[in-house]
């Protein structure tokens, strides 16, 4: 049987293993795997994708307002109230984005590893020995755990 345990990268990994090793289990049973999270260089939040800070926000709420500005003003200008209140959405929508994806763009020349990069535990024991081993891994703090039963004979 194996237990699959999660642990976001920390001393608690180190810890565990400690407490696995008091327990019983041999080193060679257990094996570490750091994973490294994927960093996306995209300026759109996708389907798929979105680190949670909308792009388009300031821009709608400017083209909103340059819009009734325009509107409101195209009245006494030359070109009247809709080509205004056009040309002040356009250029409110165009000032808002700018505003959002400059320090985006800068937040990530400037950004450096935020330790989000996680460890998974994969430990081979027997049925009787996952019950002691699920709570050691609780105990320090794994995010998840899982089973796995080996399908070949004498695991």
């Known amino acids: 049987m194996y237990v699959v345990a999660n642990f976001q990268n ?24 750091p994973l490294q999270s994927i960093k996306s260089d995209i300026i759109f939040d996708t389907i798929n994708k979105s680190d949670g800070i909308s792009s388009l926000d300031t821009a709608f709420v400017l083209g909103t307002m340059f819009m009734v500005l325009g509107a409101i003003y195209g009245y006494v200008l030359p070109w009247g109230p809709i080509i205004c209140g056009l040309l002040g959405l356009f250029l409110g929508a165009i000032i808002g984005f700018v505003i959002d994806i ?54």
């Open 10 to 33: 920390s001393l608690n990994i180190e810890l565990a293993i400690l407490g696995l090793e008091k327990y019983g289990v041999l080193r060679r049973k257990i094996l570490a795997i």
């Open 102 to 155: 400059i320090p985006k763009n800068k937040s990530k020349v400037n950004k450096k590893p935020n330790g989000e990069d996680s460890v998974v535990l994969l430990i081979n024991c027997t049925l009787e020995e996952s019950v002691g081993i699920k709570k050691i891994v609780i105990e320090n703090t794994a995010l998840s755990v899982g089973y796995l039963q080996n399908t070949e004979a004498g695991g």
